[in-house]
């Protein structure tokens, strides 16, 4: 049995509820995810989000200092005169060792505290000139959903918090487990590959729902040799079109998406099969195991059997199970 991981959401004066309920409903403790979570703020006790409604908090930031998590939710009034107990007590968690995770304008906590300067990071698009402006020594980059520069990570706005925590999920007990998460919430897996991706993050196109079609078509059939006329043929447009389109889209050209998608099941029959790698790379479409390795090494940094031996021996986890949204702890 693994020990819990404690994650800390902090609730800061002005919160979005939304950005709240991310964390708590993905780090719900569940067999074989086993975090710990707790909601805290500058004080316990009720904290005025932006929505005009209360959440109560049972901790302080004590609850930081045992933390191997720290998240902290967007908020409203991002410039404000900052209670200098609250920087301290994140400067002083990253310096434990905590990693610290901002969901939208969350980031402006970290950036006023100091943890980002010289790092890559984002924020919500519409506050990024702001950003800019009040963190000139932080790298921000607009474009991307998330940014995981390793300790410290940040995600764009409130819908891309689902993607950096089921990020987290996957960095924590592999891939397996975070796309089980992710239908219990019922949230679209997310599918990287490397663990410092940066994430184009582009407005859904007319074709957005005919692009989705065929890559669902595409992830049923990965075995088979799959071009990209293939998958322009299965859209209905050109070659040329479903390409720039399909970059748009996710940020990749459609071989890498098929690449990262073989990887991506590759490290799920990893994680809950005994299949040989040989074994692997056939059902997944790599051909070989040397291409199995290579590719691994490339997008993952790592050896299937490195990659193995971390997550196959986590607990299982179930099936599915019903959920409600909920803010309870």
């Not at 975090?35 to 930031?61: F, K, P, S």
């Not at 009040?134 to 474009?143: E, F, G, H, S, T």
């Not at 957005?208 to 071009?227: D, K, M, N, S």
């Amino acid at each position: 049995m693994l020990d819990p991981h404690r994650v800390a959401i902090l609730v800061l004066p002005g919160a979005v509820p939304m950005d709240v309920a991310i964390p708590i409903q993905v780090f719900k403790p569940r067999d074989g995810v086993p975090y710990e979570r707790v909601v805290c703020g500058r004080h316990a006790g009720d904290v005025e989000t932006d929505a005009g409604i209360r959440i109560g908090v049972d901790h302080g930031l004590e609850a930081l200092t045992t933390a191997g998590t720290v998240v902290v939710p967007g908020f409203n009034d991002q410039l404000r005169d900052w209670d200098q107990s609250i920087l301290t007590a994140l400067r002083d968690a990253h310096a434990r060792g905590s990693r610290i995770v901002s969901i939208c304008t969350g980031a402006f906590a970290l950036a006023a505290a100091g943890l980002l300067d010289g790092r890559t990071a984002t924020t919500h698009w519409h506050r990024a000139a702001m950003f800019e402006q009040a963190y000139p020594l932080v790298r921000l980059n607009r474009n991307v959903l998330f940014v995981d520069d390793g300790d410290i990570l940040t995600s764009a706005g409130v819908a891309s918090g689902i993607d950096l925590c089921l990020h987290i999920v996957r960095r924590d007990f592999g891939v397996h487990a975070s796309n089980r998460v992710a239908r219990a919430i019922v949230a679209a897996p997310y599918r990287s590959g490397g663990q410092a991706q940066f994430v184009p993050r582009t407005l859904p196109e007319p074709r957005g729902e005919v692009f989705a079609r065929t890559r669902e078509w595409a992830l049923q059939r990965l075995t088979e040799p799959i071009t990209v006329t293939d998958l322009a043929r299965h859209a209905n447009v050109s070659s040329r079109t479903f390409s720039r389109r399909f970059i748009d889209d996710t940020g990749y050209t459609p071989l890498q998406w098929l690449l990262r998608a073989r990887v991506d099941l590759a490290r799920e029959l990893l994680e809950a099969t005994d299949l040989g790698v040989d074994q692997i790379a056939a059902q997944t479409g790599l051909g070989t195991a040397t291409n199995l390795r290579d590719h691994f090494k490339r997008i993952l940094g790592t050896s299937p059997s490195a990659y193995r031996k971390t997550f196959a021996d986590r607990a299982p986890f179930p099936a599915q199970e019903p959920e409600e949204l909920s803010l309870a702890v």
